[in-house]
């Protein structure tokens, strides 16, 4: 490089490193300068300056850091920012790279401003990513080499469980019928597909990234996230593509299962000592009853199978459904098409974020990425009350029910904010907002993240009719009430269907199929074990969905195979398998807190928590560090195992 263009890069360096510093948060800035100088005394000597000053609970520039009602002392606050640009100028190494339990209860406890418990350190060391595996057993023995570990589905699941399962020592191989890595985000490609959570939340707490474009990331970098993992951890050697799962057996004399395929038309069995499950839980797009479909002439879309060769620019769409991926379809159609339709049978509470369609701050984007620490500190506070909470907002609390009618305190602080913003967007339109309003308890469905569909439905050429989809003509859909729409496209936003494993031919100990187990209702042990099914593990199971994102779903799921199967190493077993009593313990005391959520007292709310039994298959009732406790590692009381045969 010329000299005078390294002056260029060095000047933009030092101006972004004076505009970024000046806005980050001073807690953050503080623990950036104990990494940079491996100075702890600096938090007793400024942390008292930050006594009774409210922490981000998300990013470090988040409105509730701004709007923070008590400022720390002005003084301190520059004397650390000037302190952080001079050794970010002299030397941006970090001595202090990973602080031990008890300094980073020190520095977590000041990151959050309240004292944490034993688990919620735990979790919170995890989530910030200065430790993976905490309460995990030290490993005396390396699992022998013929211990084969078969991972089915290559999305975020498979590929942590890959990643994670491989640095343990097993013999990994992963099958998907796919031709490349990441599920969901490999699969969805309809316009305007993007996360509803917040990147630094739906991200991997190994594998974190600073680099995030965007605050809630589309589809496809998020894809490309997941692709950077599987590469970084170096397992496409290990992956099979277009594979496709079709059943698998307990082979009780060999202590294997036997997992059958198809590959390019030709069966083709594995064997293996034990199975993860990572097909996902949304993979099976649901189509609705629609008679007539085949007479309608125009273009027919699914947003779960989406032809990117069909082109609706200029079209007159009917867009069926009003869930998350509707409102980020219709969102993205209505620039292109002529006029579109959304037809809803029930309307959803949406979250407003001020941040949902923005690029990352380019000041915030610059310290995430050259200022040590910054994302790892940032990413805890996110993560504050996912480790502190002692309820979900889908928990009912007596008291406040007896006292207002209403769920929980909690609850009814996000329920208000929703509707707020609802009243709020549709000041001007009160029959839209009428239409848009909710009658059910909130959360008892998934509220969505308006990603810009409030905004939509208000455009001109955008029409919100209530009703439901009945059949078909040659150009219009008829609904159930015999009304007529017009249109030369269909969307068809209509979800998943929530059948877990219900395609597959899954048979454990004595030929009994898992699909007569499970009906007429899925049950699983912690979500993700079933008796008479050894060395077999199944991820995002029945009751096993997070009040948070996926990703934190997988790592404590894939820590917990882990963990089984590092236990047969250590008491050289063949098989591990829970028991009937084990089993049936857990699913009553879940039942029993089911109850008292609001998934079970939904009034009209309908969605994919309910079964058609009525039972809750999909959620956890308890809070996220409860699970995460509860999967540290195995309780050997609740399972039956049997040791490796001689020889
Ligand atoms: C449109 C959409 C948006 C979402 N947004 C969010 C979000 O913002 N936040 C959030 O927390 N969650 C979100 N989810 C839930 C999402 O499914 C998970 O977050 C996550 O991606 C699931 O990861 P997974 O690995 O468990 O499953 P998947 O991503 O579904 O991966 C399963 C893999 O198994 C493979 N597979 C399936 N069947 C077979 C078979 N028979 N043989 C071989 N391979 C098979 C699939 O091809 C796939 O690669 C979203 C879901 C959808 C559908």
Same mark, same amino acid.
């Given at each position: 490089m010329a000299e005078a263009d390294a002056a260029i890069v060095d000047n933009n360096w030092a101006d972004r490193l004076l505009s970024s510093v000046d806005r980050l948060d001073p807690v953050v800035a503080l623990l950036a300068l104990v990494h940079l100088t491996g100075d702890r005394s600096l938090l007793s000597k400024y942390g008292p300056a930050f006594d009774g000053v409210p922490r981000a609970g998300g990013s470090s520039f988040s409105a509730k850091a701004q709007q923070a009602q008590k400022a720390p002392d002005a003084a301190a606050v520059a004397a650390i920012r000037a302190r952080l640009i001079a050794e970010m100028e002299s030397n941006p190494v970090p001595v202090l790279e990973n602080p031990g339990p008890a300094l980073f209860k020190q520095m977590a406890e000041f990151a959050l401003d309240r004292q944490l418990t034993e688990d919620a350190l735990g979790m919170g060391r995890e989530a910030a990513g200065f430790a993976v595996g905490v309460g995990g057993i030290e490993s005396t023995k390396v699992p022998p080499a013929d211990f084969e570990v078969l991972i089915i589905g290559a999305g975020m699941m498979g590929i942590i469980a890959a990643v994670r399962l491989k640095a343990a020592g097993f013999n990994i191989r992963v099958i998907e019928r796919n031709t490349g890595v990441g599920g969901t985000w490999f699969n969805n490609t309809y316009p305007n597909v993007a996360v509803d959570t917040p990147s630094v939340e739906y991200s991997i707490s190994f594998a974190q990234n600073s680099s995030w474009s965007?605050?809630? #990331?589309?589809?496809?970098?998020?894809?490309?996230?997941?692709?950077?993992?599987? %590469?970084?951890?170096?397992?496409?050697?290990?992956? *099979?593509?277009?594979?496709?799962?079709?059943? !698998?057996? &307990?082979?009780?004399?060999?202590?294997? &299962? =036997? $997992?059958?395929?198809?590959?390019?038309?030709?069966?083709? @069995?594995?064997?293996?000592?034990? =199975?993860?499950?990572? +097909?996902?839980?949304? @993979?099976?797009?649901?189509?609705?009853? $629609?008679?007539? +479909?085949? %007479?309608?002439?125009?273009?027919v879309q699914h947003g779960g199978y989406w032809d990117d060769s069909v082109d609706l620019t200029g079209k007159n769409i009917v867009v069926v459904g009003t869930g998350a991926s509707s409102a980020q379809i219709s969102t993205g159609l209505a620039d292109r098409a002529s006029h579109v339709t959304v037809l809803q049978r029930q309307p959803n509470y949406m979250m407003p974020d001020p941040r949902v369609m923005q690029n990352v701050d380019p000041d915030e984007l610059w310290a995430l990425e050259n200022i040590p620490f910054v994302t790892q500190w940032q990413r805890l506070q996110w993560f504050s009350s996912m480790m502190t909470r002692t309820a979900t907002p889908a928990q009912i609390d007596p008291e406040y029910r007896a006292r207002t009618g209403g769920v929980s305190e909690m609850n009814e602080g996000a329920r208000r904010l929703s509707i707020g913003y609802l009243e709020q967007k549709f000041a001007e339109r009160p029959d839209l907002m009428e239409k848009v309003r909710p009658d059910?308890?909130?959360?008892?469905?998934? #509220?969505?993240? *308006? !990603?810009?569909?409030?905004?939509?439905?208000?455009? *001109?050429?955008?029409?919100? =009719? @209530?009703?439901?989809?009945?059949? !078909?003509?040659?150009?219009?859909?008829? +609904?159930?009430?015999?009304?007529?729409?017009? !249109?030369?496209?269909? $969307?068809?936003?209509?979800?998943?269907?929530?059948?877990?494993?219900?395609?597959? *031919?899954?048979?454990? %100990?004595?030929? =009994?199929?898992?699909?007569? +187990? &499970?009906?007429?209702? #899925?049950?699983a042990y912690k979500g993700m074990e079933v008796p008479g099914f050894p060395n077999f593990f199944i991820t995002a199971g029945p009751n096993s969905g997070l009040a948070s994102s996926h990703t934190v779903l997988a790592e404590q799921q894939v820590h917990y195979v882990t963990e089984c199967l590092k236990h047969m190493v250590e008491d050289d077993l063949a098989t591990i398998e829970v028991t009937e009593q084990a089993c049936a313990d857990f699913n009553e005391m879940l039942q029993e807190r089911l109850e008292n959520t609001i998934w079970m007292q939904s009034g009209s709310a309908h969605g994919y928590y309910r079964h058609q039994t009525g039972k809750i298959v999909l959620a956890f009732p308890g809070p996220n560090v409860e699970y995460w406790k509860m999967l540290r590692r195995p309780e050997i009381a609740d399972y039956a195992v049997e040791p490796l045969k001689a020889g």
């Open positions: 965007k605050y809630y #990331p589309r589809g496809g970098e998020y894809r490309e996230y997941l692709d950077g993992v599987a %590469r970084k951890y170096r397992i496409f050697d290990q992956i *099979d593509f277009e594979t496709e799962f079709t059943g !698998c057996r &307990w082979d009780a004399d060999a202590l294997q &299962w =036997v $997992v059958s395929t198809m590959q390019g038309g030709e069966e083709v @069995t594995y064997r293996a000592r034990a =199975v993860v499950m990572a +097909l996902g839980f949304l @993979t099976r797009p649901s189509f609705p009853e $629609v008679e007539g +479909l085949d %007479r309608f002439k125009g273009p059910f308890p909130f959360f008892s469905k998934r #509220p969505i993240l *308006d !990603c810009g569909y409030y905004d939509t439905l208000l455009r *001109d050429d955008v029409d919100l =009719v @209530t009703g439901e989809l009945n059949s !078909c003509e040659e150009s219009a859909i008829v +609904l159930s009430d015999g009304r007529r729409i017009e !249109c030369d496209a269909l $969307v068809l936003a209509t979800g998943y269907s929530l059948e877990y494993f219900a395609e597959f *031919d899954i048979k454990g %100990r004595d030929d =009994v199929a898992l699909q007569d +187990l &499970w009906n007429p209702v #899925p049950y």
